[in-house]
T-cell receptor, first 109, second 113 residues
Framework: GQQVMQIPQYQHVQEGEDFTTYCNSSTTLSNIQWYKQRPGGHPVFLIQLVKSGEVKKQKRLTFQFGEAKKNSSLHITATQTTDVGTYFCAPGSQGNLIFGKGTKLSVKP | DGGITQSPKYLFRKEGQNVTLSCEQNLNHDAMYWYRQDPGQGLRLIYYSQIVNDFQKGDIAEGYSVSREKKESFPLTVTSAQKNPTAFYLC????????????FGPGTRLTVT
């Protein structure tokens, strides 16, 4: 079945540094969603990307969908302690989401 | 205050017992989902329901059962047949199954000993 690989699995950054997580698929995706899960919390929807080469921004977060629609990335500029958590990419297929294993971000103040 | 509620937050059971996890939503969403999350892992789909009185198996349905008798409710039963039931269980809903924007409940952490 469809699977996505997220890298890195863990990322430790100093507050103020940038952070990027990547999501790669061996097959072409129709869409991709990004979710954030705070420690001890539940996933929260961040964004949906559907177009080839699409770039969307939410304040310090920039989301990209690759030209071939096989990869996606989330970039956070100047991380803050509130960015701590696990970021999941999740392509949608036939009405269901397929979650990657996530990238766990920790931020040192 | 709209949202999804799951209860209880923590649940402890002895091996061999069935246990039912509650999930209620007041978002008027048609679709509901159950996921399982193990430490350091992503979410795996157990069951989903597109509409009342209908549900489908997900990727890891063995040892679980569900019902969808009301639009607002989608309880999950973890049966004694589930070999590794200890996990974090998350319920979610979406407007309908064409929407990939899912809203999650706070989760139930089940420990079976």
């Amino acid at each position: 079945g469809q699977q996505v690989m997220q890298i890195p699995q863990y990322q430790h950054v100093q507050e103020g540094e940038d952070f990027t997580t990547y999501c790669n698929s061996s097959t072409t995706l129709s869409n991709i969603q990004w979710y954030k899960q705070r420690p001890g919390g539940h996933p929260v929807f961040l964004i949906q990307l559907v177009k080839s080469g699409e770039v969307k921004k939410q304040k310090r977060l920039t989301f990209q969908f690759g030209e071939a629609k096989k990869n996606s990335s989330l970039h956070i500029t100047a991380t803050q302690t509130t960015d701590v958590g696990t970021y999941f990419c999740a392509p949608g297929s036939q009405g269901n989401l397929i979650f990657g294993k996530g990238t766990k971000l920790s931020v040192k103040p | 205050d709209g949202g999804i509620t799951q209860s209880p937050k923590y649940l402890f059971r002895k091996e061999g017992q069935n246990v039912t996890l509650s999930c209620e939503q007041n978002l008027n969403h048609d679709a509901m989902y159950w996921y399982r999350q193990d430490p350091g892992q992503g979410l795996r789909l157990i069951y989903y329901s597109q509409i009342v009185n209908d549900f489908q198996k997900g990727d890891i349905a063995e040892g679980y059962s569900v019902s969808r008798e009301k639009k607002e409710s989608f309880p999950l039963t973890v049966t004694s047949a589930q070999k590794n039931p200890t996990a974090f269980y998350l319920c979610a809903s979406s407007r309908d199954q064409s929407s990939y924007e899912q809203y999650f409940g706070p989760g139930t952490r089940l420990t079976v000993t």
